[in-house]
């Protein structure tokens, strides 16, 4: 079982729907991170949360530590938001590494 | 645009052949990690350096191994190349636990 749980794998919408996309995780965490991969590789970090909701533009992510629950939601999503969202833990103590979901591959269609 | 820089951005090698890609940081990050994303799947963590030492490793074998400089740069070696090592490989400055700054990658084909 992976320590890190995305759903869903694949998300295609319409262009303007509401977006969610779930991440759930098994480990002790003292930050998550959403992230955000388009083709070709690159990667740009959209939040690191501890505890409760972060908002930026059309973007909004929230994290439950007790349930060990975090979501991704998008607002009037645009063709230009399809890509892969990535979440991941990251462990608490000196060792700083993520720990990575696989992804949710997300189309939006005009 | 992060301000990390990961050179080649892509390399083709054979099996038994070894390789180094290299990793520019952020000015001021101190801390450097390196993830192996095998196409389809999410990275998995290789190693972190944290001033110049390793401060931590992932499940990979004794032929992976790395370098950080006195200017925060650093390196990644791959002896002994295998198929299954074909993957794109991130590297990701920060300052210590801060947000990880991810480069562009550098995708290796091993044929």
């Known amino acids: 079982k992976n320590e890190v749980e995305q759903s869903p794998q694949n998300l295609t919408a319409q262009e303007g729907e509401f977006i969610t996309i779930n991440c759930s995780y098994s480990v002790g965490i003292s930050a998550l991170h959403w992230l955000q991969q388009h083709p070709g590789g690159g990667i740009v970090s959209l939040f690191m949360?501890?505890?409760?909701?972060k908002k930026h533009g059309r973007l909004i992510a929230t994290i439950n530590i007790q349930e060990k629950h975090s979501s991704l939601h998008i607002t009037a999503s645009h063709p230009r938001d399809s890509a892969v969202y990535i979440c991941a833990v990251k462990y608490g103590g000196s060792n700083y590494q993520l720990i990575w979901g696989a992804g949710t591959k997300l189309i939006i269609k005009p | 645009e992060t301000g990390v820089t990961q050179s080649p951005t892509h390399l083709i090698k054979t099996r038994g052949q070894q390789v180094t890609l290299r990793c520019s940081s952020q000015?001021?990050?101190?801390?450097v990690s390196w993830y192996q994303q095998a196409l389809g799947q999410g990275p998995q963590f290789i190693f972190q350096?944290?001033?110049?030492?390793?401060?931590g490793r992932g499940n990979f074998p004794p032929r992976f191994s790395g370098l950080q400089f006195p200017n925060y740069s650093s390196e990644l070696n791959v002896n002994a190349l295998e198929l299954d090592d074909s993957a794109l490989y991130l590297c990701?400055?920060?300052?210590?636990?801060?947000?990880?700054?991810f480069g562009p990658g550098t995708r290796l084909l091993v044929l």
């Open positions: 949360l501890s505890s409760g909701k």
């Open positions: 350096y944290y001033r110049e030492e390793e401060n």
């Open positions: 000015s001021g990050h101190n801390t």
């Open positions: 990701a400055s920060s300052r210590g636990p801060e947000t990880q700054y």
